[in-house]
């Protein structure tokens, strides 16, 4: 089935560096995106969200992007801090009750 | 801030036993979720429901039914628990009606089947 995935499962960054975490889907119906970060022992916490008609969406030193042509997304987090340090997945709404299907997350670890 | 709680964040029971996961969220959201959460594995639906007594499977439902009663409550049960039922179970709230909206996820509990 169509499903949402992740390219890269590990990513470690130096606290101040950017961070770019990507995601690819598959369904090209979808039309609603969201990021969510899930720190240990937590729910997933939303972070930043794009609805099919933008390319972009920035928030509070994160920024998505949106590439319909090539179904990709990817999340850019500005200054790394350590406590950016968590699992982040994308999740992508295939319509019908507000369904979402989530990738199976990436870590990112940043180091001081 | 749109609240989601969780009844426990910790259970243990055993194999064979009958165990209720409760949700609770205070937004007045219609569409309410059940989630499991296992390494490598993602979140996987399990249940959702889009209005009291209104109930839908999701894509892993099997050993579970669930209960929405009330328009703020969304319980989850497993009617014999089993080891592979073994996991982190996440609830998760959002509006209806038609809006495509983000979901609002509870703490999580993590459930250990001896």
């Known amino acids: 089935g169509e499903s949402v995935g992740l390219h890269l499962p590990t990513l470690s960054v130096q606290e101040g560096d950017n961070s770019i975490i990507n995601c690819a889907y598959s369904n090209s119906a979808s039309d609603y995106f969201i990021w969510y970060k899930q720190e240990s022992g937590k729910g997933p916490q939303f972070i930043i969200d794009?609805?099919?008609?933008?390319d972009k969406r920035q928030g509070q030193r994160v920024t998505v992007l949106l590439n319909k042509t090539v179904k990709h997304l990817s999340l850019q987090i500005a200054a790394t801090q350590p406590g950016d340090s968590a699992v982040y997945f994308c999740?992508?709404?295939?319509?019908?009750?507000?369904?979402?299907?989530f990738g199976a997350g990436t870590r990112l670890a940043v180091h001081p | 801030d749109v609240k989601v709680t969780q009844s426990s964040r910790y259970l243990v029971k055993r194999t064979g036993e009958k165990v209720f996961l409760e949700c609770v969220q205070d937004m007045d959201h219609e569409n309410m979720f059940w989630y499991r959460q296992d390494p490598g594995l993602g979140l996987r639906l399990i249940y959702f429901s889009y209005d009291v007594k209104m109930k839908e499977k999701g894509d892993i439902p099997e050993g579970y039914s669930v209960s929405r009663e009330k328009k703020e409550r969304f319980s989850l049960i497993l009617e014999s628990a089993s080891t592979n039922q073994t996991s982190m179970y996440l609830c998760?709230?959002?509006f209806g009606q038609g809006r495509t909206d983000t979901q609002y996820f509870g703490p999580g509990t993590r459930l250990t089947v001896l």
């Open positions: 794009i609805r099919s008609n933008m």
């Open positions: 998760a709230s959002s």
């Open positions: 999740a992508e709404n295939i319509g019908g009750y507000n369904k979402l299907i």
